[in-house]
Every structure is written in C-alpha cells, then in structure tokens.
C-alpha cells in the first residue's frame, strides 16, 4: 500500500476539492491510502457527503494553517502544526511515501529542504511541472526553486528531468534542450554558456542543445533545462496565453448565429484539443532531489488535479525514482577519496 499524504488545507478551495480529489483517486487506484493533514472537524464535515473505503483513507489533525503571504522560514519554523510541516514530517518518518500540497509555494520548497532533506549528492531540489505541447508533455525544470543557480545545478536537473520523464511518463531516451536566445552554442548569457559545454559533455543524457522559447510549445524538447527565474517566466507566460486564447475562440464562437452553428459542429474536435492543453491532468509539479516525494499542485486546483497529483506520486513510487536520482548523482567511493 502505498501512503501519500495531502494537505487539505491548502489551495484557494481547500477542504473540500482536496478531499474530493483524495476520495477520487482512492476510487482509481486500490494499492492507494491517502492521509489528509489538516483541521480534523472542517476534513470530516467534508467527508460525510461521500462514500470511500474507510480502510484507505485516514486524517492527521493540523491546527494551523500557513497563509501564502506568510514569510516562509519563519512559517515553518514557527507554525509546527500546521498542515504543510505536519505533512511533510510523515514523509521524513517514512509514515507517507509522498506529500501534495495545493498551499505556500514557499513554505513548500522550504519545508522539502528543511524537513525532508535533499537526497546525498543533491545541490539545489528543483522544481519541475510538465506543461502541455502539440506532441505531448515537456518537463520544465526548474520553473521557481532556484532562482540564483549555477551551471552544476542546471546539470543536475538536466539529469534528474531525463530520469522523471523516462520512468513515470515513459519517454526512453528524453530529449533534454537549455533555454536559449538562439540555436547557436556561443549565444546566451554567462550561466548558459558554461553550462552548455557541460550537457554536451553529459553521457548519460540525450542533449540536443539549445531551445527558444517558441520552440516549447511546439514540443522540441522532453527535458527544458532552466534556472528557475526563466522558467517560472516561461510557465506564468504559457499559462497567461492559454487562458487568453481559450477566452477568445470562446468568445468568437458565440459572436453571431452562424458561429454558433459552427460552434456545434467543432464542438467535439474542439473539447478533446483543448483537453491536450489542461495542465491539471497532468498532477502537480514534483520538488525533485529530496529523500521523499514532495508534490506542489496549482493553488487554484480542483479536484481533478489533486486526483491526479496523488497517481503521479503513486508511478513516482512504484517506478523508484528517489533510487535512481540517488544511483545517478551520489559520488562513488573513488570520487569520495579523489575530493578528499
């Protein structure tokens, strides 16, 4: 059985989409038992208006809750019970396999470090959502955790990102790009070109080289290497655009009657190509490195996200990919002495 605890407090529609969305996948998947973190009275009071196996699912009180204008060390230094440090204690007691959390995206990331730990070898956890492209997912890394990284750091999430996208999405031999302001190898500023040759130099992944923002969407890359105050850019801007342009062919479709004639005709076509570009089918962004999972959903998410984000942390653990970042970046003993 396979425990992953989810705070019900987080999120701007918290308790009730976390609790729907944990009854949801307890629903999908049988090997599941979801542990909701949070105010015990508000997480029953939910709960009473479904019906779930009582064996799979439990709740752990947390009397606080961490506000997302809240500073974040002080939030998790201070507020010890509170769903998100009490959620990720389970983690660092082995008592869940994973957290999700919809709350304090600082909190979150301060909480993966401080609490659960990095995985030995690790130098900066990232932070690494997949977003939608017209041949499929690419795996932004990193999109916020490290906003002042170095070339050793975008060398680890070149490495980390192909393990993720080959064993839990199932992509052998991952395409892994840097973001770019063109294709040539000399461009870019100082972090890219040093870290450029260093991919290069990278046996153990497939990189292809540089990739330019318009190229994201068009799915170029199974792996978008970044430091994180690009890629949060990249994800704010690819989420903006979406949201626009799906308001506008809204929009246009019902400008006149024969449009909305139309309308009905591309209805079907329209909703399954659209569905391609949901991010919330695809769970939450995992905080990669650390010694057990920590999974950050959009805090706006629904239940179907939160469903999601709870089977995205169930393939993590059943494909081992805590073992294999660990075999792929812990130094060897030879390593060990040569540094000594």
């Not at 009730?16 to 949801?24: C, L, W």
């Not at 490290?146 to 839990?168: K, P």
Request: with cysteine; charged share 25%.
């Amino acid at each position: 059985m396979i425990k992953i605890a989810v705070d019900a407090m987080g999120g701007d529609y918290a308790p009730g989409e976390m609790v729907k969305g944990a009854v949801e996948a307890l629903k999908k998947k049988e090997q599941v038992h979801v542990i909701l973190v949070g105010q015990q009275d508000r997480i029953e009071k939910e709960l009473k208006g479904y019906a779930y196996p009582a064996d799979r699912l439990s709740v752990v009180h947390a009397s606080e809750v961490i506000e997302t204008g809240e500073g974040p060390v002080n939030a998790v230094r201070k507020k010890k019970d509170s769903s998100i440090v009490v959620g990720m204690n389970l983690v660092k007691k082995q008592e869940a396999d994973a957290f999700v959390s919809a709350g304090s995206s600082g909190a979150i990331l301060v909480g993966g470090q401080i609490i659960v730990g990095r995985i030995r070898g690790v130098e900066r956890p990232p932070l690494a959502p997949l977003i939608p492209t017209q041949k499929g997912v690419s795996l932004l890394i990193d999109c916020g955790a490290n906003v002042d990284a170095r070339a050793s750091h975008l060398v680890q999430f070149a490495r980390m990102g192909s393990i993720y996208m080959e064993h839990v999405i199932g992509i052998k031999h991952p395409r892994v790009a840097i973001v770019n302001i063109g294709a040539e190898e000399e461009k870019g500023n100082a972090l890219v070109k040093e870290t450029f040759p260093l991919l290069k130099a990278c046996e153990d992944i497939h990189f292809i080289g540089s990739i330019e923002a318009r190229e994201i969407p068009r799915g170029e890359a199974d792996v978008i290497v970044s430091e994180a105050f690009v890629g949060n850019v990249i994800l704010k801007l690819y989420e903006g655009v979406g949201a626009t342009m799906l308001s506008m062919i809204k929009s246009g479709l019902m400008s006149g009657f024969k449009s909305k004639i139309g309308a009905l005709l591309v209805k079907p076509a329209l909703k399954e190509t659209l569905k391609a570009f949901d991010a919330s089918q695809y769970g939450g962004a995992p905080l990669l490195g650390l010694k057990g999972l920590v999974v950050k959903a959009h805090g706006n998410s629904k239940s179907v996200e939160v469903c999601n984000s709870i089977l995205q942390c169930v393939t993590f653990k059943e494909q081992q990919i805590n073992e294999k970042i660990k075999e792929c970046l812990q130094p060897n003993k030879e390593q060990e002495q040569k540094e000594q």
